[in-house]
């Protein structure tokens, strides 16, 4: 029915994405026109560009009136310095950056390029810009890659990530440009709202910012709290006697479990023979406090909901969450309100202290606090109400610069897992006897394990790429479009790193992705499906 309506709309009043694509090109074609002007310019002559912007913004231009040129100014800049020239649809993305909106596009098309030129243009008010992308690879791989556009056009560069001391820090932020992850800017946020002097915060006011892989971090994150906490009182001695006590209950009679819901509940049976192990009378009388029946419950979450190398791994006699949505490890993180210690009785590591929060806030409420938001992905449509809604971004789809010929199969389901894993195993071989390479996406570790055990035993040679190895991530990701290469992947897949076609690749097809199954977000099956078919590939 709103598909029927939105159709009949389109109709009347025209699409409006399209109306705004058309007005954006009579942009694009005056920073064409001014191609030529910029091309015989010295590189002294085109740095001194951004000093004659800032005089001409603080004598009252705006930053819409000299986008043009600053835009030129930035494509000069980096066919000069890294030898990529704009493309078109790229100036296209980078008005919609500056606009403040979200602009969705395909993967492959150089989402990095397409924010230097609103980077370098909100730079020009000297009030900072922030560039933030989804891991420290990326942060420091940008700002380093695009940082020598800045620092060649005369701009400061700063880039933030983990274990960085506070001058650092300080200084990062106070540059003209600074790149980092959201957890980073979020994190410096909350400490800077608990110093007792000015002069020991790190960032400026928040004026301008770009969200890289948008839709991961202000959708799939945009909940997720930070937290800064110090050490609780409370002994951690009751957990791991209660690890041992359920230890031996049996789902199904001694407690429930709803998968849907991820709830578990002990039944009466389980109960009593809790309060038989424990050697007490009633598990809920006010004696025993709420911290027996908090604690136990607990104890069957991590028993039965929380399983190793799918929701956390195991590695250095600590217990890791493994990001459900990426699947990345993220340290330092700790599940709350006792469940992470109960895991870490489970698993016989040692048991932290529970700890109390001193400072919290969602990357939803940090990122509404910028003057100026903007984001890029290459999957944010199916999202965009929820953009609308929460953060006031509209998406516009920006168009290819060359015809995406990817060919989508339909679902293929299967009766057993097993066969369904045996059919993916007979689809690689028959790709890998004729060399074509072969993506394949799980959706968790354990499974992207399995999968790999089955090669193994048909002496299929692979690279495995999931939470416990992502530091070899995006070496392991640019090869796996070379012939004959087979590559396993958790959905974390290698966003943002280019994957090309080896020799004699395209004549064969070009890359053939395999995803085992659905995951619970659409998007990620297509950020799966987007590895392939970039910049016209077959």
Known sequence: MIVLLEGILKKIFGDPNEKEIKNIRVIVDKINSLEKDMESLSSANLAAKTSEFKVRLQKGETLDDILPEAFAVVREASRRVTGMRHFDVQLIGGVVLHRGKIAEMRTGEGKTLVATAPVYLNALTGKGVH????????????????????????????????????????????????????NEFGFDYLRDNMVVDENQMVQRELNYCIVDEVDSILIDEARTPLIISGPGEKS????????????????GEDYTVDEKQKQVAPTEKGIAKAEKMLGIGNLYDNEHGVDYSHQIMCAL???????????????????????????????????????????????????ERESQT????????????????????????????????????????????????????????????????KAAVNEIEECHKSGRPVLVGTTSIAQSEELSAMLKRRNIPHNVLNAKYHEKEAEIISHAGQYGAVTIATNMAGRGTDITLGEGVPELG???IIGTERHESRRIDNQLRGRCARQGDP
């Open 131 to 182: 560039v933030v992308t989804v891991n420290d690879y990326l942060a420091r791989r940008d700002s380093e890659d695009m940082g020598r556009i800045y620092k060649f056009l005369g701009l400061s560069v700063g880039l933030i990530v983990h274990d960085m001391d506070f001058p650092d820090r300080k200084a990062a932020y106070a540059a003209d440009i600074t790149y980092g992850t959201n």
């Open 236 to 251: 951690t001695e009751l957990y791991q006697v209660l690890a041992r006590v359920v230890a031996n209950m049996e789902e």
């Open 301 to 351: 979450k991590a028993k039965a909901l929380m399983h190793r190398d799918r929701d956390y791994v195991v590695k250095d006699g600590q217990v890791i969450i493994v990001d459900e949505f990426t699947g990345r490890l993220m340290f330092g993180r700790r599940f709350s309100e006792g469940l992470h210690q109960a895991i870490e009785a489970k698993e016989g590591v040692k048991v």
């Open 358 to 421: 001193l400072a919290t806030i969602t990357f939803q409420n940090y990122f509404r606090m910028y003057k100026k938001l903007a984001g890029m992905t290459g999957t944010a449509k199916t999202e965009e109400q929820e953009f609308q809604k929460i953060y006031n971004l509209p998406v516009v789809v920006v168009p290819t610069n060359k015809p995406l010929i990817r060919i989508d199969y339909p679902d293929v389901i299967y009766k057993t897992r097993i066969a369904k894993y």
């Open 510 to 512: 070009g890359l053939h």
